[in-house]
């Protein structure tokens, strides 16, 4: 079905923040995948639409109108600190620990395995992820895409996206 070999298994990634500007947080996920075959898939399950690619990654992006993704976990794993992203010529490094999944969408298992990376302050649900996901192979997940809304001491309204990983 996919065009293009999977590196270790893994067709693709999604995101919640920019790629290039990591605390830019999206409202909406971005799958990047350089596999036709896969973003067809994705993009025709959960109504993705293409937009122009960033300098941070290559392949296709598309922005998913959902926010709700039900997957399986292949793996989770902490890493501390974080790829550096070319900036310009100038490295760029998170301090904080990691979350790396690699899981399958349920509704297209076939396609390949998708990587999920996201720094664990951010990530709700990343502890119970990487206690529970060894023994836990065939149990559904979801992973969303949390909206919060906040009002700062001014009245002003602030609202921004942040990932959340649970039991289905």
Known sequence: MTGVPARDGVIGSLWSSEPDAPSVQLLE????????????????????????????????????????????????????????????????????????VIFRFVEAPDIGGVQFTCAFGRFEGAQEAVSTAASMESVQWELRLQRKILTTRTGMAVSYSRPLLAIA
């Open 29 to 100: 996920w971005l799958f990047v995948t350089e596999d036709h075959g896969a973003a067809e898939v994705v993009a025709g399950l959960y109504d993705g639409r293409q937009r122009a690619p960033r300098r941070a990654v290559s392949g296709q992006e598309l922005l998913l109108a959902t926010r709700v993704l039900r997957i399986r976990l292949e793996s989770t794993s902490s890493v501390t600190g974080c790829p550096a992203l070319e900036r310009e010529g100038e490295a760029i490094r998170a301090s904080k620990p990691l979350l790396k």
